[in-house]
C-alpha cells in the first residue's frame, strides 16, 4: 500500500510495538463493524480492558459499542474522530448502549451528527449515522471537575455559585423553581406537594406502583432513589451545557437520497458497485476540498465553533444546543441523543391555558389489512398507506390506490375512515406526515392499513383546530422529536402532556368566519 502503513488486527487490543495504544492517536477515522453474534465469546483481550464488556451478555452482539470505549482510549486530548454507526447507538435501551452514550457524553464534544438512510450502504439495509467528535482535553478530566460540582450544589455548599449559569439553565429545562428544587434536595417536600409540580410528579406517579410506596420508611426510599437520578440528570447537563452540535440529515425519499448522496449501489452483473450518478456539491465539492458551500464545510467548521449559513443547504442542516437533544424529564433517563431539539417553552396568554389532550377528547387508532395479496378480489375498497398522504397540500394522494377486499371492510368495526379525519403516518422515520380527509373520499369506501393513525375528535371544529396545530411549526416538531424515538412516543408528545397551549371558546362570529374560510376553500379548490 505504498508508504501506509496498514495493519490488519484486532483494534480492541493494545499493541504497543506497532504504536497502537492509548492516547497515541491524532485523528481517527472508523467504520467499526456492528451487530456480530456472541462475538464477546471469541474476544481475548491480553493487554486491554474495556469496561462496557461487563454489559454485554455473551450471546448478544453490539460489539459497535466497545469501539466506542476504544476510540476514547486511543485518541488523544483534544484530537479528532469521525465513527460511522448504527443509527441506534443514539437511543437503543439496552444497557450497552446507554453505557455507550454515557462514554461519548462524558469524552467528547459531539461537533456534528449526520444521519443517512438505508440506501446509503444499500447492502446493509441500515439507517447510520456518522459521529463527528473532539476529545476533552486533559488532565485533568472534564468529567470528573462536572462530577464535583454537581456534589457541591446537591450538599448546597457555597462553591455551587460557582456553576450558577450551568444550574438556573438546568432548573429552567426542567421547570422548576430554586426555592422547590431546594426543598427536593433537602427532602422538605410531601408527596402530595410533589404531585403539583409537573417535573417530580412523574416521579411519584412511577414510586406509587411499586411495593416500596407501602413501607413505613417509603419516604426515605423515594428520596435516596430519586435524587439520585435528579443528580444523573444534572450531571449529564452540566457535561454537556452550552455546546453546540450541527444535525445534518439526508433526506428520506429514495429519488432525493440519489439526488443528496450523489451516487447509487448497482446489483448489475459485472458492476456491482457504487454507480457515481450526479457528483453535485451538497455534500462536498469534489474539485474543491476546502469550499466553503458545502455540507463538509459546515462540518468542518464546527470545530471550531463557527456556524454557516449554507442558503441553498438549510433543510438539511441545523445547528442545536447539545442539551436540547436530550430528554430531562424522562424517569428513566438513558441518555438518547436525539437528533431534533426539544420544545422548551412557556406560553403567556391572556386566554385560559389546557393541555391539547384535555380540550380536544382525541381518538387514535390504527388500521390493518389481509395477510394475503388482493389483485384477485372482484369487489374492493381503498386501503391507505403512508404514501397517500401528502404534507405539503394536506390532502390525500390516490394516484397509486391499494386495496382490500369489500368484504374485509364491511366487517370491520374500526379503522373506516370518514370526512375530516386526521391520517398521520405510523411509521417512525415519517411520524410527521399528516393529511386531514376533505371530499377526497365522498364517493368511496376507504380504511386505514397498520402504517397510519386515524385522529378524531368529538366535533368538526376542535378536529380543525387539532389538526392546524399538529400541521404546523410547533406540532411538527413535537412530532419529529418524539419520532426518533417512536411513534408512541410521538402521540405522546403531540398530545401536550408536558406542554401547555393557548386556547379559547370560539364566539359565533368566529365560527360563521370558519365557515366563510372553508367556502373560500371549496371555490379555490374547484378552480
Request: charged share 30%.
Amino acid at each position: 500500500a505504498g508508504k501506509w502503513n496498514i495493519i490488519f488486527w484486532d483494534w480492541l487490543e493494545q499493541y504497543k510495538d506497532k504504536w497502537i495504544e492509548n492516547w497515541t492517536f491524532d485523528i481517527l477515522v472508523a467504520n467499526p463493524p456492528y451487530s456480530v453474534s456472541s462475538f464477546k465469546e471469541h474476544l481475548k483481550l491480553k493487554n486491554n480492558e474495556l469496561e462496557i464488556l461487563k454489559y454485554i451478555s455473551n450471546d448478544w452482539w453490539e460489539i459497535e459499542t466497545a469501539f466506542i470505549e476504544r476510540i476514547a482510549q486511543l485518541l488523544k486530548p483534544n484530537w479528532i474522530a469521525a465513527v460511522i454507526l448504527p443509527s441506534s447507538i443514539l437511543s437503543n435501551w439496552k444497557e450497552s448502549y446507554v453505557n455507550a452514550r454515557k462514554i461519548l457524553l462524558k469524552n467528547f464534544y459531539i461537533r456534528a451528527i449526520t444521519q443517512f438512510w438505508w440506501k446509503t450502504f444499500s447492502a446493509t439495509q441500515t439507517n447510520t449515522v456518522v459521529l463527528f467528535l473532539e476529545k476533552y482535553d486533559e488532565p485533568p478530566k472534564h468529567y470528573k471537575m462536572v462530577q464535583d460540582s454537581v456534589d457541591a450544589i446537591f450538599t448546597w455548599s457555597e462553591d455551587w455559585w460557582e456553576d450558577e449559569a450551568i444550574f438556573s439553565s438546568y432548573l429552567e429545562n426542567i421547570w422548576v423553581s430554586l426555592e422547590d428544587y431546594k426543598k427536593f434536595i433537602e427532602e422538605e417536600f410531601s408527596f402530595d406537594e410533589m404531585e403539583n409540580i409537573e417535573h417530580f410528579a412523574e416521579y411519584v406517579k412511577i414510586f406509587k406502583q411499586k411495593k416500596e410506596a407501602n413501607q413505613k420508611n417509603s419516604k426515605n426510599i423515594f428520596y435516596r432513589r430519586y435524587k439520585e437520578l435528579e443528580k444523573d440528570k444534572l450531571y449529564y447537563f452540566a457535561l454537556v451545557y452550552n455546546q453546540s452540535t450541527l444535525i445534518v440529515t439526508s433526506p428520506s425519499d429514495n429519488n432525493e437520497q440519489k439526488i443528496f448522496l450523489w451516487y447509487e449501489w448497482s446489483n448489475r452483473k459485472g458492476s456491482e458497485w457504487i454507480q457515481i450518478t450526479n457528483p453535485w456539491w451538497m455534500m462536498y465539492d469534489d474539485t474543491n476540498r476546502l469550499a466553503d458551500n458545502t455540507l463538509a464545510a459546515a462540518i468542518r467548521s464546527s470545530f471550531i465553533d463557527n456556524q454557516l449559513e449554507l442558503e441553498d443547504l438549510t433543510k438539511y442542516y441545523q445547528y442545536c444546543r447539545l442539551q436540547d437533544l436530550l430528554d430531562f424529564s424522562r424517569f428513566d433517563f438513558d441518555k438518547n441523543i436525539k437528533t431534533s431539539p426539544s420544545i422548551n417553552f412557556k406560553v403567556e396568554s391572556k386566554f385560559e391555558l389546557d393541555t391539547i389532550d384535555n380540550i380536544t377528547n382525541w381518538n387514535i387508532e390504527s388500521g390493518s389489512r389481509p395477510e394475503w395479496w388482493v389483485w384477485l378480489i372482484t369487489s374492493w375498497a381503498l386501503s391507505l398507506w403512508w404514501e397517500h398522504i401528502d404534507n405539503t397540500s394536506w390532502y390525500l394522494k390516490l394516484s397509486n390506490p391499494k386495496y382490500v377486499p369489500l368484504d374485509y371492510y364491511n366487517s370491520a368495526d374500526k379503522w373506516k375512515i370518514i370526512k375530516n379525519d386526521i391520517l398521520l403516518c405510523k411509521d417512525w422515520a415519517q411520524t410527521w406526515k399528516i393529511a386531514i380527509v376533505r371530499d377526497e373520499l365522498d364517493w368511496e369506501d376507504a380504511m386505514v392499513n397498520e402504517h397510519v393513525f386515524i385522529l378524531r375528535c368529538n366535533d368538526p371544529i376542535t378536529q380543525k383546530y387539532l389538526f392546524t396545530f399538529l400541521y404546523w411549526n410547533t406540532g411538527q416538531k413535537l412530532l419529529k422529536d418524539g419520532g426518533k424515538i417512536s411513534h408512541e412516543v410521538a402521540i405522546k408528545k403531540a398530545r401536550g402532556e408536558y406542554k401547555k397551549y393557548q386556547v379559547k371558546t370560539l364566539s359565533p362570529v368566529e365560527e360563521e368566519y370558519i365557515k366563510t374560510l372553508k367556502e373560500i376553500n371549496k371555490r379555490v379548490r374547484k378552480k
